[in-house]
Nanobody
Framework: QVQLVESGGGSVQAGGSLRLSCAAS????????MGWFRQAPGKEREAVAA????????YYADSVKGRFTISRDNAKNTVYLQMNSLKPEDTATYYC????????????????WGRGTQVTVSS
């Protein structure tokens, strides 16, 4: 059974940085695309960043381009989200998800999800 566990969330001031990690177990991590999504209170879940099985292709939401970087370490079964220059509007619960195949958002769906980690950015 596939399990995804996020870590690294917390509270920071605007302009600060956080690095989220998502450790995967079960399944063959290196065969699947991975993604980070977020949901703020009262808002719909949105895709933040995603990458293919080997990191060869990435996706970033316009709102995070140039500030966030997604990466993966297939040897460690872990995907990361480096978040710099954080803004109050980045406040949300961040979820890690595994794609149905080796591809990346928006060309694939995601079928396994972590429980999320909270990121709070104060002004």
């Amino acid at each position: 059974q596939v399990q995804l566990v996020e870590s690294g969330g917390g509270s920071v001031q605007a302009g600060g940085s956080l690095r989220l990690s998502c450790a995967a177990s079960g399944g063959t991590f290196s065969s699947y695309g991975m993604g980070w999504f977020r949901q703020a209170p009262g808002k719909e879940r949105e895709a933040v960043a995603a990458l293919t099985w080997n990191g060869g292709r990435t996706y970033y939401a316009d709102s995070v381009k140039g500030r966030f970087t997604i990466s993966r370490d297939n040897a460690k079964n872990t995907v990361y989200l480096q978040m710099n220059s954080l803004k109050p509007e980045d406040t949300a619960t961040y979820y890690c998800a595994r794609a149905r195949n080796s591809g990346s958002y928006p060309y694939t769906e995601y079928d396994y999800w972590g429980r999320g980690t909270q990121v709070t950015v104060s002004s």
